[in-house]
T-cell receptor
Framework: DTGVSQNPRHKITKRGQNVTFRCDPI?????LYWYRQTLGQGPEFLTY????????KSRLLSDRFSAERPKGSFSTLEIQRTEQGDSAMYLC???????????FGSGTQLSVL | GQQVMQIPQYQHVQEGEDFTTYCNSS?????IQWYKQRPGGHPVFLIQ?????EVKKQKRLTFQFGEAKKNSSLHITATQTTDVGTYFC?????????????FGKGTHLIIQP
């Protein structure tokens, strides 16, 4: 399967714990995006990378959130000191260049208890 | 910041009836994309519109981009049960360097056989 892969599919954690998600984009795609989606809402942009450079972060992104793409391939999204409001589906997407279609992964569903 | 609004939020139709969803942006867009998300699935790209007044068709689906590049619509002719899902529009603000797509909240299409 050469699609966008995300791990884990589900994560349950207690409030205050740190969590990390991984995204493996389509191999030839140089752009990687992180989105968050809550029930009944559209995906909300968090951040994106071109190769290993993080080019844009949403103003809504708390400083508890950090993302990396160290070698321009896979990416990780870490949430520190999780809060119940962080419960959501975290979607990763990749694209081949700017202003073209995004290919989404199946997401990581985070539940903060 | 940029806002993308979609109406209606929910649409119930009988199988075989037509369906239309409307998308409006608070700012002029450089392009607009449409995605479909099946229940329990992730967003899947349908189409991108770039030019003012552009109209594109995909079988029973017709997409339009407004002359002012601030609104768009998706029309489905003779709906089928396979059309069930949530349809999102997503746009990029014109003239900005930002590449993150802003999604609307989506229109949930429910089809009664």
């Amino acid at each position: 399967d050469t699609g966008v892969s995300q791990n884990p599919r589900h994560k349950i954690t207690k409030r205050g714990q740190n969590v990390t998600f991984r995204c493996d984009p389509i191999s030839e795609h140089n752009r990687l995006y992180w989105y968050r989606q809550t029930l009944g809402q559209g995906p909300e942009f968090l951040t994106y990378f071109q190769n290993e450079a993080q080019l844009e972060k949403s103003r809504l992104l708390s400083d508890r959130f950090s993302a990396e793409r160290p070698k321009g391939s896979f990416s990780t999204l870490e949430i520190q000191r999780t809060e119940q409001g962080d419960s959501a589906m975290y979607l990763c997407a990749s694209s081949f260049g700017p202003r073209v279609e995004l290919f989404f992964g199946s997401g990581t569903q985070l539940s903060v208890l | 910041g940029q806002q993308v609004m979609q109406i209606p939020q929910y649409q119930h139709v009988q199988e075989g009836e037509d369906f239309t969803t409307y998308c409006n942006s608070s700012t002029t867009l450089s392009n607009i994309q449409w995605y479909k998300q099946r229940p329990g699935g992730h967003p899947v790209f349908l189409i991108q519109l770039v030019k003012s007044g552009e109209v594109k068709k995909q079988k029973r689906l017709t997409f339009q981009f407004g002359e002012a590049k601030k609104n768009s619509s998706l029309h489905i002719t003779a709906t089928q049960t396979t059309d069930v899902g949530t349809y999102f529009c997503a746009g990029r603000e014109s003239g900005g360097g930002a590449d993150g797509l802003t999604f609307g909240k989506g229109t949930h299409l429910i089809i009664q056989p």
